[in-house]
C-alpha cells in the first residue's frame, strides 16, 4: 500500500522550481500546471498545503519562485 506524502510549502517551492530548471514547466504557467508532476494521491494535500499558504491554482509558478537566486550565464 503506498501512503501518500506530506507536503509542505518549502517543499512544493523545491519542487516548482527543479521543474523550472529543468525546463519542464515555465515560471508564467499557472501553479495548477504543477499537476502533471505530482502524483495523484497526493495531489490534494499539494493543493491544501498551497491553499493554507494563500496560494491559488490559478497563480503563477513564479509566485512560489519569489526567494529564487539568478545565477549568471
Do not use: G
Not at 500500500?1 to 522550481?17: C, H, P, Q
Not at 495548477?32 to 493554507?52: A, G, Q, V
Amino acid at each position: 500500500m503506498k501512503t501518500t506524502v506530506k507536503y509542505d510549502i518549502e517543499v512544493i517551492k523545491e519542487e516548482a522550481l527543479k521543474l523550472v530548471k529543468k525546463r519542464l514547466v515555465n515560471r508564467q504557467q499557472s501553479i495548477y500546471t504543477l499537476c502533471k508532476y505530482i502524483p495523484h494521491r497526493d495531489w490534494l494535500n499539494f493543493e491544501l498545503e498551497l491553499e493554507k499558504n494563500e496560494f491559488l491554482l490559478r497563480d503563477r509558478i513564479i509566485d512560489l519562485l519569489s526567494h529564487e537566486s539568478w545565477e549568471n550565464d
